[in-house]
């Protein structure tokens, strides 16, 4: 069906139901008339089988709320086979301004362009017959590559440069991205016009647009295909990549390296590489977004009298850092710097567990010295709360 036909039939009319009509009311409607002419149930009456589908017809159009809008703007502007300008019609007298939509659809300007009709030809469709577009082959984005790298945890809190193995899609060697056998060259594929893509409009409506089955999108075919890549024109490439791993990278993350993929074909451009990175776990030290942690072993004697200790930091330089007295086990202590690489380039901080050790043996000397010491604390029952009213 042309796009003048299209335009020209009534769907509301087919259906019985005014122009205003709720998508229910519409609904109802379609299936009394879709019972009543129902091939089933008018065997051999092909007057009824046309009428059955002239009313599927119209409510594929009416009874989808995206394709009624459209095909009631494509009315409106274009109803009845006349162009509406504003201001013409019967409120002038009759002295409207029209011409026949199948001429502003079909003509070919002095341009060579091929009328109104190729602009709106994608909405209004032609009849479920499959078009072609006379522009060039489009570039083509290369694909798109995924890998893995496992690095050492300082790596991962102060960034690194690792090398990775590729094997990557590019064009083939032998032919040079042609596809065809050394000697002979690739014609222009018929059916698409070397576009690579194809369009079908499906129920006269909406078009869809595809790869070309006939050259598989790539707008060319060959009569004798190349012996390496058998006419598709593509191979495979190993290559080392230098790849930077940012700071603060977490285990676990994936990271997109932009343009760094497959190569395009035709001028396009490169897909990008994504990197799946794994950390390996660290012996003492952990992470807390920014921050470092680390858990600090600290004597009996050293959280009760306070004392100056050295502990180490990722960085391989041990800090000292103050135990105030009194300090309980599970304190945490911060050391500001000690962390990881933010955005910004500062860094975060290193956060100290203090983990009070208790003495599992003790010598005797030791025993009563803490036997005297408990024998002259005056400090309060430290259960007391324990006890208290229900």
């Given at each position: 069906m042309s796009t003048k036909d299209w335009l020209e039939k009534d769907f509301y009319k087919v259906l019985g139901v005014s122009k205003t009509a709720e998508q229910d009311e519409i609904k109802k409607a379609y299936r009394k008339l879709a019972r009543k002419y129902h091939p089933d149930?008018?065997?051999?009456?092909?007057?009824?089988?046309?009428?059955?589908?002239e009313v599927s017809e119209a409510y594929d159009v009416v009874g989808d709320a995206k394709k009624?809008?459209?095909?009631?703007?494509?009315?409106?502007?274009?109803?009845?086979?006349?162009?509406r300008m504003p201001g013409s019609g019967?409120?002038?007298?009759?002295?409207?301004?029209?011409?026949?939509?199948?001429?502003?659809?079909?003509r070919s300007g002095s341009t060579g362009g091929g009328g109104l009709g190729d602009i709106?030809?994608?909405?209004?469709?032609?009849?479920?017959?499959?078009?072609?577009?006379?522009?060039?082959?489009?570039?083509?984005?290369?694909?798109?590559?995924?890998?893995?790298?496992?690095?050492?945890?300082?790596?991962?809190?102060?960034?690194?440069t690792v090398g990775l193995r590729m094997t990557s899609d590019e064009p083939c060697k032998t032919c040079r991205g042609t596809g065809a056998k050394y000697g002979t060259v690739p014609k222009v594929c018929l059916k698409c016009e070397g576009t690579g893509m194809q369009t079908s409009v499906q129920g006269g409506v909406f078009a869809m647009?595809?790869?070309?089955?006939?050259?598989?999108?790539?707008?060319?075919?060959?009569d004798q295909p190349c012996e390496t890549c058998h006419g598709s024109g593509r191979g495979q490439s190993s290559k080392t990549m230098q790849v930077r791993i940012p700071a603060g990278v977490q285990d676990g993350q994936r990271i997109r390296l932009k343009g760094k993929g497959a190569a395009g074909e035709r001028g396009g451009p490169a897909g990008d590489l994504y990197v799946s990175v794994h950390v390996t776990p660290h012996r003492i030290f952990g992470r807390q977004g920014e921050h470092l942690t680390l858990t600090v072993p600290v004597s009996f004697t050293e959280?009760?009298?306070g004392a100056e200790i050295k502990v180490p930091t990722l960085d391989g330089l041990p800090v000292t850092v103050r135990i105030p007295a009194g300090t309980a086990n599970g304190s945490k202590l911060r050391v500001r710097g000690k962390g990881s690489v933010r955005r910004d380039g500062t860094k975060g901080d290193l956060m100290l567990t203090?983990?009070?050790?208790?003495?599992?043996?003790?010598?005797?000397?030791?025993?009563?010295?803490?036997?005297?010491?408990?024998?002259?604390?005056?400090?309060?029952?430290?259960?007391a709360g324990l006890f208290g009213s229900s």
């Open positions: 149930s008018n065997a051999g009456d092909a007057s009824a089988e046309a009428k059955f589908k009624r809008k459209e095909y009631d703007e494509a009315r409106r502007l274009f109803g009845s086979g006349g162009f019967g409120t002038q007298g009759g002295q409207g301004f029209g011409f026949d939509v199948g001429d502003l659809f079909n709106l030809g994608g909405m209004f469709g032609s009849g479920g017959r499959t078009t072609t577009t006379t522009s060039t082959a489009r570039p083509r984005r290369g694909a798109d590559i995924e890998t893995e790298a496992t690095i050492e945890f300082a790596e991962a809190v102060n960034g690194v647009t595809e790869p070309c089955t006939e050259c598989k999108g790539r707008g060319l075919v060959v959280a009760a009298l203090i983990a009070v050790q208790v003495p599992h043996e003790l010598s005797d000397e030791q025993r009563a010295k803490l036997q005297e010491y408990s024998s002259a604390s005056t400090q309060p029952d430290l259960r």
